[in-house]
DNA sequence: TTACATGCAAATCTTTTGCAATGAG
DNA sequence: CTCATTGCAAAAGATTTGCATGTAA
């Protein structure tokens, strides 16, 4: 599946700027490795990743895992969030497109959404103290209101 | 400054419901530890709480600190918050008030706020996808608009 | 007197780093 | 060739835990 290319041809396109901007090469492992994060779920912890990995029978690191998602970090190309416990997990960073979480607490399935309303009130939230926005963080959590859906954890 | 026990009167009770419900007890550094966090600026670190600690010449280890920070989140009365780095802050828990925050990246001054707009939105939005809205985080971040904020970083 | 609380040090967990060996350009 | 990347194991930082001892109720 190494479609991510296309897909995620942009992307690619940004890696290369950096790396070649940063004096950085490319490797097996970190196009690799990328690759596999690209076709996972986004919000992946680098465990998953490194776990997916092993799955796929590629040989990388835990340190090369963590030094990939850095890179791209550094990149801007994910971005990093803590949700409740003590890891960290991963997500695609799309350019002017930021997606808040929806958390459904009953089977921890996560949500994309977007809210330009929201949006627009925390802009003004924010102006209202004299800073100009740059970023936000929002993340709901909510319990399922359907009895019988089919996510419940057993 | 023990007056916490006045300002702080509703936290102290719920406290006291809980210790009494899982049969936990008081004890001098619980107490005494309690009181400096209530004192201290929000958003709190264990390691800040233990410096500050330290500094009123009382005696409690760090394994007490997270302990104490544990209990009150069990009981309901802090959250515990992930912001950027590696280290969970605390917050007192008020009833029935959230305050979101807007932190402002010039100068890492953490202002809370609060807006039923917004709110209301993130009801439906949570709504919209089938879930019933429990809880919500919402962090703002800007940059001053006042060249000469009085809080910028040196 | 009977748990629960404390302090310390050891243990965990996640993430980072040093270093020798390997690989990319 | 030169410099970046890798893997491993060791290090680091935050938080938890086991155990002997102290202490509320």
Redesign the interface.
């Known amino acids: 599946m190494a479609d991510s290319r296309q897909t995620y041809h942009w992307f690619w396109q940004k890696l290369e700027a950096f790396l070649a901007k940063s004096k950085l090469k490319h490797s097996k492992q970190r196009n690799q490795v990328i690759e596999y994060f690209l076709e996972m779920d986004d919000h992946v912890s680098a465990e998953e990743l490194f776990s997916y990995v092993k799955e796929q029978n590629f040989s990388a690191g835990m340190a090369t895992i963590y030094r990939t998602l850095n890179l791209l970090k550094d990149a801007g190309l994910v971005d990093q969030k803590?949700?409740t416990d003590g890891k960290a997990v991963y997500e695609i960073n799309f350019p002017d497109e930021h997606h808040d979480h929806?958390i459904?607490?009953t089977c921890d399935r996560v949500?994309e959404?977007e809210?330009a309303?929201?949006e627009a009130?925390?802009r003004q939230?924010?102006?209202a103290?004299?800073?100009?926005?740059?970023?936000?963080?929002?993340?709901?959590?909510?319990?399922?209101?359907?009895e019988n859906?089919k996510y419940k954890k057993s």
């Open positions: 803590q949700f929806l459904c607490t949500i959404f809210n309303e929201i009130l925390q939230v924010a102006e103290h004299g800073l100009k926005l740059t970023d936000h963080t929002l993340d709901l959590f909510g319990t399922c209101m359907d859906c």
